[in-house]
């Protein structure tokens, strides 16, 4: 009796284990990052944003945070979001961005260019190096609904759905990368 319901115990831990999708992982390049208090700052307002999973913020030339997330449930435009609400301590705004890189850019930056456009005003492209493809992505503060939500904004996946359909891919880099 004991050892049916120590395996059917270990078969429902293991069935809603499977349930649980993995999370993205994504790295953001955090700007205004000047102290450790900054840092804490930074990593306490990420974790306590609905859909973040575990949340790494460092400071070095460049400051980052390492984010593992449900897509579903958060945007990569809301975790943006959620970094410019960290209170500020040295009087600006902390800021996050992406740096990405496209390869083939340069044959294709038209069309990446004009990919980019449709998402403006909501995240603005910066092209750091058209030979390498590295591309800066910058995200506009999100405004909130009826219901004092902020809205869902711009995802990595809408970028993936449409470079895709270019024939082209991409990368998200870390810090010191180019």
Partial sequence: MRLSALLALLLFVTLHAEDKPTPAKTVFVVSGLECG????MVQH????????VE????QGL????NVSYD????SEHQIAQAVREAPGLHGTPYIATMKLRVPGFSQNAT????????WSPSIELVVWDEHEGVLIVNFAELKKDAKGAFVRGWSIA???DGLRKLGLKFEI???GVL
Avoid: N, R
């Fill in 62 to 65: 460049e400051g980052y945070a």
């Fill in 173 to 175: 880099l870390s810090p």
């Fill in 71 to 74: 897509p579903k449930l958060v």
């Fill in 111 to 118: 069309q990446v260019k004009a990919l980019f456009e449709k």
């Fill in 45 to 52: 307002q990420l974790s306590q944003t609905p859909g973040i």
């Fill in 37 to 40: 208090s900054c840092v804490y």
């Fill in 158 to 160: 809408q970028l993936e």
């Fill in 55 to 58: 949340v790494e913020v460092l």
